[in-house]
Nanobody, 126 residues
Framework: QVQLVESGGGLVQAGDSLRLSCAASGRTPSRYAMGWFRQAPGKEREFVGTINWSGGSAYAASVYGRFTVSRDNINNTVYLQMNSLKPEDTAVYYC????????????????????WGQGTQVSVSS
């Protein structure tokens, strides 16, 4: 079993930055992709960004150029750096892990992931 714990959420103003962390523990696969998703009240969970085991990343159009996913493979931690935050970025942010050796596919669908964190709230005021 794999445990994922997110941290770093909070209340910020529009234009500010936040960095979320997701620490994986337990039986973490040797190679895995990590995704970030978010869910706003009354809306479906949506893809934000993903990073594969070799460090390649992909993003949703709504966050491209503002958010960056990175990873620390030694500490099994993945980060989501969020810059130029907007009120519409307000949501609960979740990280998810997919055990895979594939470095040529970007996992952008929630059902493709095997493990999920509990979520962390990000609120952006205007």
């Amino acid at each position: 079993q794999v445990q994922l714990v997110e941290s770093g959420g909070g209340l910020v103003q529009a234009g500010d930055s936040l960095r979320l962390s997701c620490a994986a523990s337990g039986r973490t696969p040797s190679r895995y992709a990590m995704g970030w998703f978010r869910q706003a009240p009354g809306k479906e969970r949506e893809f934000v960004g993903t990073i594969n085991w070799s460090g390649g990343s992909a993003y949703a159009a709504s966050v491209y150029g503002r958010f960056t996913v990175s990873r620390d493979n030694i500490n099994n931690t993945v980060y989501l750096q969020m810059n130029s935050l907007k009120p519409e970025d307000t949501a609960v942010y979740y990280c998810a892990l997919k055990g895979t050796t594939d470095a040529n596919y970007w996992y952008q669908r929630a059902h493709e992931y095997d493990y999920w964190g509990q979520g962390t709230q990000v609120s952006v005021s205007s």
